[in-house]
């Protein structure tokens, strides 16, 4: 069996999903062997992807995101 969490984050603007995507998306080197992960932005809307069949991995890679978000949200909105 196959887990796949889907986190969608709705930005104040483009500007900041596209920036945010940047900053969260990993790069080859650190998404594990046994995930799956993939991005994509409509606007401002930023969807995150994460499947495994390891749930454990998933839920941790899909957490690790969250807490990422939150640290780019404190940063961007102390910049802008």
């Given at each position: 069996?196959?887990?796949?969490?889907?986190?969608?984050?709705?930005?104040?603007?483009?500007?900041?999903?596209?920036?945010?995507?940047?900053?969260?998306?990993?790069?080859?080197?650190?998404?594990?062997?046994?995930q799956?992960?993939?991005?994509?932005?409509?606007?401002?809307m930023?969807?995150?992807?994460?499947?495994?069949?390891?749930?454990?991995?998933?839920?941790?890679?899909?957490?690790?995101?969250?807490?990422?978000?939150?640290?780019?949200?404190?940063?961007?909105?102390?910049?802008?």
């Amino acid at each position: 069996m196959k887990l796949t969490i889907e986190l969608v984050f709705e930005c104040g603007s483009e500007t900041e999903a596209i920036s945010m995507e940047e900053v969260l998306s990993p790069d080859n080197k650190s998404v594990p062997k046994d995930q799956e992960f993939d991005s994509r932005r409509d606007g401002a809307m930023l969807t995150f992807r994460i499947s495994s069949e390891r749930a454990s991995g998933c839920i941790s890679s899909a957490g690790g995101l969250l807490s990422d978000a939150k640290l780019f949200q404190e940063v961007w909105a102390s910049t802008s």
